[in-house]
């Protein structure tokens, strides 16, 4: 059973433009949420992250937005830089557990 | 060494044989923890050290694989009599303290059974 999912597998944007990348999940206990970014042939690197009682956290053209009652969050990148063509992956994450709980991934492409 | 480094880059060998996945950790990280990613699939937790212990070994698929670590640092994980499902990216993270938030990852082994 997938507790976080990606349902997009890839996602086209205009340079300059909003990306918006979306996450949702079923288990409300967790109480983190990151976002990490993969290029091919290197590890994922974590890029943001926000807290279960946070509904906002910015850093930079980084923006992750939180909604609980509907168990969502999103990606905002604005604007989009060709460098950000990568594979997003959302992670969700239980103090009581150690564990990071992976999404799929969605292949983010920036159009020049 | 800055990072976290893992060898082999690729691995490739035959359905039947033991393969040995070696991780070094960022010095000073007291968690690591193994991954495996499949093709169009996110990361699977497979097992996650505090120190040379394994507190949750419940991501390890079969008593197949099993994991070490020694001094703290390096970390091996082995995969015997592989079968072709083994095939996958098998990516190790370490971070600083009791399981850290922010997972500093390797480049991964990219395992294909035959």
């Known amino acids: 059973d997938q507790q976080v999912k990606q349902n997009s597998p890839s996602l086209s944007v205009q340079e300059g433009r909003i990306s918006i990348l979306n996450c949702d999940y079923t288990?409300?206990?967790?109480?983190?949420f990151l976002w990490y970014k993969k290029y091919p042939a290197e590890g994922p690197t974590f890029l943001i992250s926000?807290?279960?009682i946070k509904d906002k956290n910015e850093d930079g053209r980084f923006t992750v937005f939180l909604n609980k009652s509907a168990k969502h969050l999103s990606l905002h990148i604005v604007p989009s830089q060709p460098g950000d063509s990568a594979v997003y992956f959302c992670?969700?994450?239980?103090?009581?557990?150690?564990?990071?709980?992976w999404g799929a991934g969605t292949k983010l492409i920036i159009k020049p | 060494g800055a990072g976290v480094s893992q060898s082999p880059s690729n691995k490739v060998t035959e359905k039947g044989k033991d393969v040995e996945l070696r991780c070094d950790p960022i010095?000073?990280?007291?968690?690591l923890y193994w991954y495996r990613q499949s093709l169009g699939q996110g990361l699977e937790f497979l097992i996650y050290?505090?120190?040379?212990?394994?507190?949750?070994k419940s991501g390890l698929p079969s008593d197949r694989f099993s994991a070490e670590r020694t001094g703290g640092s390096v970390s091996t994980l082995t995969i015997q009599r592989t079968q072709q499902e083994d095939s996958a990216v098998y990516l190790c993270?370490?971070?600083?303290?009791?399981?850290?938030?922010?997972?500093?990852f390797g480049p991964g082994t990219r395992l294909t059974v035959l």
């Open positions: 993270a370490s971070s600083l303290g009791r399981g850290g938030l922010e997972q500093f």
């Open positions: 010095s000073g990280h007291t968690a």
């Open positions: 050290f505090q120190g040379n212990s394994a507190p949750d």
């Open positions: 288990n409300s206990m967790f109480d983190y």
């Open positions: 926000i807290s279960s």
């Open positions: 992670a969700a994450w239980k103090d009581s557990n150690y564990q990071l709980i």
